[in-house]
């Protein structure tokens, strides 16, 4: 079994920061690609950023320059600080990431349990 546990979730005013954690723990072989997800009420789920197992990044176009996602391998981690936040990133952040649990298994995707981000105006 594979575990993802989020945290680093609250409110926050505009233009203030917070940072997400993602811990993978259980049975594992390796992790690829890890990453951030949001979904707003009433919107679909969208992609906020990714990060590879060389750490080659990638950010939606509406977080650029905003939030940076990282990983510490040594600790199965992935983060995502989030800087400058507007309202509009009210959602909950999804982790998620590739992981083989076993040599000889094919790689499967894993989802956290999501975590509120709240920003006031």
């Known amino acids: 079994q594979v575990q993802l546990v989020e945290s680093g979730g609250g409110l926050v005013q505009a233009g203030g920061s917070l940072r997400l954690s993602c811990a993978v723990s259980?049975?594992?072989?390796?992790?690829?690609?890890m990453g951030w997800y949001r979904q707003a009420p009433g919107k679909q789920r969208e992609l906020v950023a990714t990060i590879s197992k060389g750490e080659s990044t990638n950010y939606a176009d509406s977080v650029k320059g905003r939030f940076t996602i990282s990983r510490d391998n040594a600790k199965n981690t992935v983060y995502l600080q989030m800087n400058s936040l507007k309202p509009e990133d009210t959602a909950v952040y999804y982790c998620t990431t590739k992981v083989r649990p076993v040599w000889y298994q094919v790689a499967g995707d894993y989802w956290g349990q999501g975590t509120q981000v709240t920003v006031s105006s």
């Open positions: 259980g049975t594992i072989f390796s992790i690829d690609t």
